[in-house]
Structure formats: C-alpha cells, structure tokens
C-alpha cells in the first residue's frame, strides 16, 4: 500500500513536471502577444525567459523551474541589466562592506598650522566621491593641524590604466552625464547640477548649482511662460565654459515652463582637473582652511618624497550597489569592474582585467556562458551580450548568495523608487492584498529576502537607442515569486514598453500558475 502511494506522489510529480515543461516550450501569453502586435517589433526581436522561484526551507536554497521563454538562449544586448551581472561579483568577491580609500600625502611639513608642501590625492576609483565625503577627508586634515596650504596640488590617478578612458563608449554627446567616463579620482561624477525653482511672481527664475565652486559665475537669463512641464529642455539654451583663470561661466537664455515646480539639469565638466580643484579649494575655504597662494594642478604618482597624512575611506559597497542598479548609474558599474581588476589582479585597473574577473566568478558556479560578452560592465555598449536565460540564472544566483539582502534591495520597485517608479502604477492600484492572504503569502515567502517579500515587481531595467530590457523579480498576488529577463533589440525598441509591462503584468496576475492549472 505505502509503495503504491509512492507509485502515485512520483507519478503525479512527473505529470507536474510535464505540464510545465509543456508551457516553458517557447511561449507568448495573449496579452504579450497583443502588445507585440500593437508595437510592430518583429518576435524574432524579443527574448523573454520566465522562471519560478521556490525554496527549500530545510537548505535554506532556492531553486527555479522554467515556466514560459521565447527565444531564450539567443545572445542579446542587455543594455543596463548587465548591471545586476556587475554588481552581484562585486559583493561576493569584495563583501558588501567593502570601502575605497582615498589618500592625501605631502612632500612638505606641518608647522604652526601650515602646511609648507604640496598636497598629493590619490583616488582608488571610489565610484562616490560627492562634496560630502570631500568634506570629510579635508575636516580630518584640518583635525591633523593643518590650517593654511603653502603647496600645490597634485592628483594621482594611477590606479587605471589609460585604456580606460581611450575605450570609453561615445555617442558624440560627452556633455550627458551618463558618458562619463571611468577616473580614478572621480568626483561628483564629473558633473555640474543645476537646480530650477520658478518664482511665479517675478516671472524670473533661480538657478541653484552643486558641487560649489571656487570660480564659478552663472549667467541666467531665463523667464517663466505659461506651459506644461513635458519637454522643459527645449526652450532653454545652455552652455558651460571653462575661462583661461580656472573658473567657468554657465550661461541659461529661453523660457522655463511654470508647470514645472522644480527640475534638473546635469553637464559634464570638461576638464576634469578644473572641476576637482576649485571644488577643493571651494570646501577648504569653507571649513575655515585658508590657501598661501594659488595652487598649481598637476597630475602626478605617489613617490618616496610624500608621507601620508590622511586616510578616508569612502561609502560601503553596497551603498553603492543601490545607485548602481535603481538609478541605473553607468560610471559607477565600470568603475566597480574596475575594481575588481585592481583588487584581484593588482592595478593598474583595466577593463579586460575585470571581464575576466567576473566570468571566472561565473564559472566557480559551473555557470558557462558561451555567448556572455562584457565590454564595461554597466551596459553602455553596443557589443555586450548575454542570453535572458543565463541572466534569470544569475537572478536565481542572487537569492542564494550570502548578500541576498543587499542584492535585492538596490533593485528598483515598480510604482516606488528608481527607474521603475512610473511603471505599472495602475495594475499594482488594481490589487490589494486582503488580510486573508497574509499567512499564505508568509508561507509562501518566508524564506525570500525581505526586500521581495511584498506583491509587486523588483525589477532592473534597461535601454539603449535600438534595446529595451528589463531584469528582476515579480511577487505575484498569490505569493509565487518569479524570475524574469526579457530582451529587445531592435530599432522601434523605445515602442516596446508595452511589451514588458504586459509581462510583468501577467506575472502579477499568476498567469503561469493559471495557465499549469488549465494544463492539467
């Protein structure tokens, strides 16, 4: 009798199993299909792998079975998701915890609170070196004794190698904050931010501008006019100058719509060495440091003449990994694989160095992924591939990495924060779980990061001008949790939102579950 029974779990499990094997054959659910047809995006465009996520409470694992793909072992460009790739080797390889030191050495002395020498910076390639951490470091050398600087000043951005910016990504636009380049000594991303207030009154507007420079002037000479705030750029001319004594001179002329309460316009600088030093010299100042003269920049190395007067170590690794993956950052995921190359291979860092890191990672989890080409490690490529199979396995990687925690929580939630906080804002207002529904989603997800233990879409998205993508997590609002990568590579791409939305919506919906059940 008890063989019997056996007989018949085994049997109903490989019945299960044949069902779902038979819906993961490649698929498109209804309303993906009616989407595609409304976006005119061919199918031979689109890849799409699904998989459920279940876990194993006694191993405390988790395990995934197909449940829906289209075309997913074909090698697409996964613009931005290959971020989640980058930045999960990173918190395994280097912990969560991890900090960036930046040094400042002297070839001078202290003395009655000057400083006779010059000041040398060494950067480590710290992704998130804001006025805020400039602050801190520039405090501790005033806590040392120093109060006057009789020197000049030297920037030592040895820990990359030069290829590093040679092989930057160009769309012939280097004034867009997202083509920043790597630097070892990067500062608040290279970039000037200019704040817009309108004052409905005097029909005038204020420019506020961070990081604060030591010569800067802003000429601004916008109006406010009647208008909504779609498309507020297009009235405005903008330009940046840097002047021949070190300083800059922003310009604003156009009409700046009354319908927008506030917005941001970012400009990268293009001297990286102006913008540093004058915001130095700008953050000594206003800590009370005073200067004996004029600096002089200069780039340099670290030599036996210098001594070390200041250590400061940056923001944790993770801190970083949530700028990275919800607000899409580019320059901080190279220079995360940056990191790895210098930290597992000795510096100076390159990119190749880095590639190479991460995919021997991949491979110590007998993940082999032929197809899988990394260029910078941020997506901001035309030639990085990778299959939205392999990427659900390194979703699937993620939940059962030691940094679970912070993995998922530096993902973007759909209707909250990050580049997913417009998205399916509707179909989550659709839905609202009862008190009934408490305990099985407690069974279901207890063993889940807390971060994705909430209905909704955790998800890593992605674009290009001819790539659409999206990566992560949907709860569903039963509670089945469910991986997902899907990739578009076509020139209508930006046209295929509906497409991904429709997914995702699916999912919310426990269209798998739906459609197991009809199967059996």
Request: net charge positive; aromatic share 8%.
């Amino acid at each position: 009798m008890l063989l019997k029974r056996h007989l018949l779990i085994l049997t109903g499990f490989v019945l299960a199993s044949q069902s779902f094997n038979l819906l993961a054959k490649d698929f498109l659910p209804p309303s993906v299909e009616s989407a595609i047809k409304k976006s005119a995006i061919p199918k031979e465009a689109i890849s799409i792998s699904v998989s459920k996520i279940t876990s194993q409470k006694e191993h405390a694992t988790f395990n995934s079975h197909d449940v829906m793909h289209w075309q997913e072992n074909l090698a697409m460009n996964p613009a931005s998701t290959i971020k989640l790739v980058t930045s999960l080797a990173a918190m395994e390889m280097l912990g969560p915890q991890y900090r960036w030191k930046t040094d400042l050495f002297t070839n001078g002395q202290i003395s009655k609170g000057t400083l006779r020498g010059d000041l040398l910076i060494r950067g480590s390639g710290d992704p998130k070196l804001i006025p805020e951490e400039v602050n801190k470091f520039l405090a501790n050398l005033k806590a040392s004794g120093v109060k006057n600087i009789h020197g000049d000043l030297i920037f030592d951005r040895s820990a990359y190698d030069k290829s590093v910016k040679e092989s930057s990504f160009s769309d012939d636009d280097p004034t867009r904050s997202y083509n920043v380049a790597p630097d070892a000594l990067l500062f608040a991303f290279n970039s000037f931010s200019f704040e817009f207030y309108p004052n409905l009154d005097n029909r005038l507007v204020v420019i506020k501008q961070t990081p604060r420079m030591a010569n800067l002037s802003i000429n601004n000479n916008l109006v406010v006019v009647d208008g909504s705030c779609t498309n507020w750029r297009d009235g405005i001319k903008m330009s940046l100058k840097a002047e021949k004594n070190s300083g800059w001179v922003a310009s604003f002329n156009g009409h700046y719509p009354s319908a927008c309460s506030t917005a941001n316009w970012n400009i990268v600088a293009s001297d990286s060495d102006q913008f540093l030093s004058q915001s130095l010299i700008a953050a000594w100042q206003d800590l009370g440091g005073t200067w004996g003269k004029k600096p002089a920049i200069k780039s340099g190395q670290l030599t036996e003449s210098f001594r070390p007067i200041v250590t400061h170590f940056g923001i944790p690794l993770y801190e970083s990994v949530k700028d990275i993956n919800k607000l899409s950052n580019n320059v901080m995921a190279r220079q995360v694989l940056l990191t790895l190359a210098i930290e597992k291979n000795g510096g100076p860092g390159n990119t190749n160095n880095g590639n190479m890191v991460v995919k021997s990672w991949l491979k110590k989890y007998q993940l082999d992924m032929p197809e899988l080409v990394i260029e910078n490690g941020s997506g901001l490529s035309r030639i990085e591939r990778i299959s939205s199979k392999n990427l659900n396995q390194v979703l699937l990687l993620g939940l059962n990495s030691s940094t679970r925690d912070y993995f998922t929580e530096s993902l973007p939630i759909a209707g909250v924060d990050g580049t997913m906080k417009h998205r399916l804002i509707d179909k989550l207002r659709q839905h609202i779980p009862r008190k009934s529904d408490a305990q099985v989603f407690e069974n279901n997800l207890s063993q889940f990061p807390k971060p994705i233990k909430k209905y909704g879409a955790y998800i890593k998205t992605g674009s290009l001008a001819d790539v659409r993508s999206i990566s992560g997590y949907v709860v569903s609002k039963t509670g089945q949790v469910y991986a997902i990568s899907s990739f578009i590579n076509h020139h209508n791409a930006g046209a295929g939102r509906g497409i991904h939305d429709a997914l995702m919506s699916w999912l919310l919906d426990d269209g798998p579950q739906q459609l197991h059940a009809r199967a059996r």
